[in-house]
């Protein structure tokens, strides 16, 4: 199994450019969720999907961030424009169909750093 | 208050020293519990997994839950160098799809001595 790919790994941008994060999930996963993570705020959940559905994104900063799930296998996180303060590592993590969503697969992580 | 507390470290020990490391929450709803790990650089890995009270073990490693105290621990036995990572708490309630919020603890960063 591949596991949970992202990309790109490093991301380094100016502030105010667009900012896209991709990730594929687990294949048969039926479940994905977003991530932050900062050594201040430690892991944050931004937003996920259950069967391609954006469940809860109460977790989204503000409405510079965005999500979405086109199909099973495939989901982006755009950041437009870009702050300093969203500097930080950005996890995308799978989970199965048929039952809770503890067993959660992360990707590598795509590392951002906006100037 | 955070829904989820941990002490995030760091802490040295010795190889072959046994570690505790522990979480406390607020959410009485919280009905499975996780631990996860992180090496540096990586993403967390899901470690142990429990659902209610009660202790689990796998290997090395063991899991309690005290939910009338809402405290976890996770009890490391002949520790290694290759155990020195980041160890997240998570905890999750009852969703009504199967997709539900995981919490997690902030992360206590844990390193072995040789």
């Known amino acids: 199994d591949a596991g949970v790919i992202q990309s790109p790994r490093h991301e380094v941008t100016e502030m105010g450019q667009e900012v896209t994060l991709r990730c594929k999930p687990i294949?048969?996963?039926?479940?994905l969720f977003w991530y932050r993570q900062t050594m201040m705020r430690g892991l944050e959940l931004l937003i996920y999907?259950?069967?391609?559905?954006?469940?809860?994104d109460s977790g989204m900063p503000e409405d510079r961030f965005s999500a979405k799930m086109p199909n099973a296998s495939f989901s982006t996180l755009k950041i437009q424009p870009s702050e300093p303060r969203d500097s930080a590592v950005y996890f995308c993590?799978?989970?199965?169909?048929?039952?809770?969503?503890?067993?959660?697969?992360f990707g590598p992580g795509t590392r951002l750093t906006v100037l | 208050q955070k829904e989820v507390e941990q002490d995030p470290g760091p802490l040295s020990v010795p190889e072959g020293a046994i570690v505790s490391l522990n979480c406390t929450y607020s959410?009485?709803?919280?009905?499975?519990f996780m631990w996860y790990r992180q090496y540096s650089r990586k993403g967390p890995e899901l470690l142990m997994y429990?659902?209610?009270?009660g202790n689990k073990e796998d290997g090395r490693f063991t899991a309690q839950v005290d939910k009338s105290s809402k405290y976890i621990s996770l009890f490391i036995r002949d520790s290694q160098p290759s155990d020195s990572a980041t160890y997240l708490c998570?905890?999750?309630?009852?969703?009504?799809?199967?997709?539900?919020?995981?919490?997690f603890g902030s992360g206590t960063r844990l390193s072995i001595r040789p």
């Open positions: 429990t659902y209610s009270s």
């Open positions: 998570a905890m999750s309630a009852p969703g009504y799809s199967s997709a539900s919020k995981i919490i």
């Open positions: 999907f259950n069967n391609n559905v954006p469940i809860d």
């Open positions: 993590a799978s989970s199965p169909a048929g039952g809770p969503s503890n067993t959660q697969y």
């Open positions: 294949s048969g996963h039926n479940s």
């Open positions: 959410n009485s709803a919280f009905q499975y």
